[in-house]
């Protein structure tokens, strides 16, 4: 069943990249539950520690501003880079290299003009998240020019993931345009999201990211971009699970209703 809806596998270097970024990706989202977090938003200037030169640099700070563009300008640049790379390819090939470049160039534009920061970001870990997205571009649109030399899945997905796309990247932009409005121009601290989905869970933005990816997968049709989407999904959901428990201990008037991601469930 498996198969009638996936791409063959390249080869076994293929097979071995996309188990690895599952369990690395699987891994931050563990990390994230156990209190090890990622050093941005809400969580920049947790797990710090002295140590060795080298890591003393790793936790240097940055602005958000600078960080956030760091991690999403290389994928980007990648998706853009890509048309001229692989410039052939059908229709399956440019929706997927439409759908990675729309994406991170959506990041992009919301850093510069939509998103008002407070707090910091740690070097650390805005070269370990920019690595990571520039590698997962990358990766996901070559293993998709590999797909054009075997058959087409017997199952076609592209357009659902097409319409799955718009409604993922569409309710992204619209709650972190809502999370924009919260602060005025010079304002720094964090209030209780309004508006949208806020008021069932407090990250709707990152349930719509999810569906980004799963879109891209289902454009792609690869084991690799189904990992990805898988992945990311585990990341964000214990993301939203520790961002819950953040807003519980800030907020005595936290609505104790409002889940983390999934109305009603989670």
Not at 21 to 34: M, N, P, W
Not at 186 to 213: N, R
Request: net charge positive; aromatic share 16%.
């Amino acid at each position: 069943m498996f198969q009638s809806f996936v791409f063959e596998e390249a080869s076994s270097i293929i097979t071995a990249i996309t188990v690895i970024t599952f369990l690395f990706l699987a891994y931050l989202g563990v990390s994230e539950i156990a209190g090890k977090h990622l050093q941005y938003s809400k969580f920049w200037n947790v797990n710090a520690n002295s140590g060795s030169s080298s890591s003393n640099f790793l936790q240097g700070k940055m602005s958000s501003k600078l960080g956030m563009l760091i991690l999403y300008a290389p994928a980007c640049v990648m998706g853009f880079a890509s048309f001229f790379m692989y410039p052939d390819g059908g229709t399956r090939f440019m929706l997927l290299k439409s759908a990675v470049t729309i994406h991170f160039f959506k990041r992009v534009l919301e850093v510069l003009f939509v998103h008002k920061y407070s707090g910091g970001m740690i070097l650390g870990s805005v070269l370990l998240i920019s690595s990571s997205y520039f590698m997962l571009a990358a990766v996901m649109i070559y293993i998709q020019h590999l797909t054009l030399q075997y058959t087409e899945p017997e199952i076609d997905l592209k357009s659902i993931g097409v319409l799955i796309f718009l409604v993922g990247i569409s309710g992204n932009f619209y709650h972190h345009y809502l999370l924009s409005k919260l602060r005025g121009n010079k304002e720094k601290g964090y209030k209780i999201p309004q508006g949208g989905l806020f008021s069932m869970v407090i990250c709707p933005h990152y349930l719509f990211e999810i569906l980004g990816f799963v879109g891209i997968s289902f454009i792609s049709q690869t084991s690799f971009s189904f990992c990805c989407a898988v992945g990311v999904a585990i990341y964000l959901s214990a993301r939203s699970n520790v961002t819950r428990k953040w807003y519980l201990s800030k907020f005595e008037n936290f609505p104790k209703n409002v889940k983390a991601l999934i109305p009603f469930v989670f």
